[in-house]
């Protein structure tokens, strides 16, 4: 039991930092890709390839003047950018990171929490990161701020609706909430992705919505809002809204991945007889791997794609999304009836 | 278990957040003055209240997402046992997407779901 708690600990601490790190270095990848994008460079001076940047924008962040505008709310202008960043940090505890890790004949799981509701866990955890965004820009007591935050709110309802539908499918094919169980019917190449193909582009359409990305990136659209719902940040609390987005991208890349692309199966990867630790590590860059495809696709996308109009994205959500993810659902019911 | 383990995570989460709130605190400089603690609006002095009504398109977005989500979280249940309850199932999910559908259409219809 001590040995479980000490190691749940040790996983939480692991995943929690992992997530910071690569937060950290999509940061980096992000800006060099839109320096190839843009044929140029890129940051290349902190290090061989800039590979210190990262480094070097924290610390920047951590020493640059701590600022709250006099008319702020003090207590939920400090809860806002801390809500963000936590709740980002959360949703990966109910991921599954690989197989089971076995040492010394006892089984440790490389998943923090097998809540057997892993769905709604995510998708509730998710919910609650519209309030950091509402909370900070409604107590700057700045318009744009305000602006940011109501747009945001309104953005990320509305595609969390498409997205939760596009989940049903996938529940009804598994029979099951538990985010492992799902992954454990994706074995081999049985991949959701090839039974669900649209309800896979609703929950990426949406996920992109849901992670304020371009080219759904209206909460910040600095042509018209400044900065949007950061606009009075300054210092670390900048920076966690900033890190936040990033997390958000890593995490639902994992969630992608876990849900449509069978999580850390690989087919013909338990046919190779390794032991169970070489096999947890494999699959665990297997998933790693599939993740960091999901973050080359958002980061395309981000540099190819103008911003959407306001009245474009509602339109998007509310009359083309929601139907096709109804539509969806009734097809799979009927498909699901007749194989029976 | 798996509780348990949640709530380790969510103090561990916690922790670093807060590590990284306090220790910033303790080594940013701060120097105000009553004009850089104005809300920033472009260097022009702001006009009135920050915090007025906003445009309601926003409100009716938000009433028709808190009857669509009260929805949804009656069709989760469902997608659960749809395969083992089979035909009847489908066919009490095909009245509710029906009745469903007829709610979003009227919203349509009504104008609600068009952004001005």
Not at chain 1, 293 to 305: A, D, E, N, P
Request: glycine share 8%; charged share 10%; net charge neutral.
């Amino acid at each position: 039991m001590t040995t479980q708690i000490i190691y749940k600990t040790l996983l939480a601490t692991i995943i929690l930092l992992l997530s910071l790190i690569v937060a950290m270095y999509s940061t980096l990848i992000e800006r060099k890709m839109a320096g190839w994008f843009q044929d140029r460079h890129g940051p290349n001076r902190t290090g061989p390839w800039g590979l210190l940047q990262p480094l070097a924008d924290g610390i920047k962040l951590f020493f640059k003047e701590e600022f709250m505008p006099a008319s702020a709310d003090k207590f939920l202008y400090i809860l806002g950018p801390s809500l963000t960043m936590f709740i980002a940090l959360l949703i990966s505890a109910a991921i599954p990171w690989g197989p089971d890790l076995v040492i010394n004949g006892a089984v440790y799981p490389l998943q923090v929490a097998d809540v057997n509701i892993g769905i709604l866990y995510i998708f509730a955890v998710l919910s609650i990161g519209v309030y950091g965004i509402m909370i900070g820009g409604w107590a700057s007591n700045n318009k744009y701020a305000l602006l940011g935050a109501v747009r945001a709110s309104s953005q990320m309802i509305s595609y969390e609706l498409a997205m939760s539908l596009s989940i049903v499918t996938i529940v009804m094919m598994t029979g099951s909430l538990s985010m492992s169980e799902i992954v454990a019917q994706q074995q081999g190449f049985n991949w959701n992705i090839f039974y669900q193909p649209l309800g896979f582009l609703i929950f990426l359409i949406c996920a992109f919505a849901e992670t304020n990305r371009a080219p759904f990136d209206l909460p910040e659209c600095e042509t018209e809002l400044v900065g949007g719902y950061h606009t009075e940040y300054s210092s670390m609390k900048l920076g966690f809204y900033l890190f936040a987005e990033y997390i958000n991208m890593f995490i639902s890349g994992a969630v992608m991945a876990t849900l449509f692309l069978g999580g850390y199966h690989f087919p013909g990867l338990d046919k190779l007889g390794l032991s169970p630790n070489v096999f947890a590590l494999v699959s665990f860059m297997v998933l790693f791997t599939k993740i960091t495809f999901f973050g080359f696709i958002f980061m395309w996308v981000r540099w190819t794609l103008p911003r959407f109009r306001y009245d474009q994205l509602m339109k998007l959500g509310w009359k083309s999304l929601i139907p096709i993810a109804i539509l969806n659902v009734v097809i799979t019911g009927v498909v699901i009836l007749l194989n029976l | 278990m798996s509780a348990e383990s949640l709530i380790l995570f969510f103090i561990v989460g916690a922790f670093l957040v807060g590590f990284a709130i306090v220790f910033s605190i303790f080594v940013a400089p701060t120097s105000t003055n009553p004009q850089k603690a104005e809300p920033y609006e472009c260097g022009i002095p702001t006009e009135g209240l920050t915090w007025l009504q906003f445009n309601v398109g926003y409100y009716l977005f938000a009433i028709i997402f808190l009857i669509f989500d009260v929805e949804a979280v009656f069709i989760f249940p469902w997608a659960v046992v749809m395969k083992e309850m089979g035909m009847i199932a489908f066919v009490e999910i095909v009245i509710f997407f029906f009745v469903l559908g007829l709610g979003l259409l009227y919203a349509w219809k009504k104008g609600a779901l068009k952004w001005e």
